[in-house]
């Protein structure tokens, strides 16, 4: 069992920041991939950022020299630092931990709400 839940959210003007949390407690394993993902207002859900276990992150085009993440692998924590922020920022954002090893498994938590007063 694996749960999988976001911290931090809350509104900011635009070129605001913001730094939203997501830990993953439970039976996790190294090898587990976290994501952010989020959900706009008349899109579907779109990849934010990927961090794998060694660290390494890929991110969005749209959100490039904007936002870093961190990850504390050992506390299964991973964190989103959005600077710059834009109201076409706005949105749900959703922590994902995805496993290909020792079985697939995908986890989603409830999301934490971002708001950019435009």
């Known amino acids: 069992q694996v749960r999988v839940m976001e911290s931090g959210g809350g509104s900011v003007q635009p070129s605001g920041s913001l730094r939203i949390s997501c830990v993953a407690s439970?039976?996790?394993?190294?090898?587990?991939?976290m994501a952010w993902y989020r959900e706009t207002p008349g899109k579907q859900r779109e990849l934010v950022a990927t961090?794998?276990?060694?660290?390494?992150?890929v991110f969005a085009e749209f959100v490039k020299g904007r936002f870093t993440t961190s990850k504390a692998t050992a506390k299964n924590e991973m964190h989103l630092q959005m600077n710059a922020l834009e109201p076409g920022d706005t949105g749900l954002y959703l922590c994902?931990?995805?496993?290909?090893?020792?079985?697939?498994?995908?986890?989603w938590g409830q999301g934490t709400q971002v708001t950019v007063i435009g």
């Open positions: 961090v794998n276990h060694f660290g390494t992150t």
């Open positions: 439970g039976n996790t394993y190294q090898s587990d991939v």
């Open positions: 994902n931990l995805r496993r290909t090893y020792p079985a697939a498994g995908d986890y």
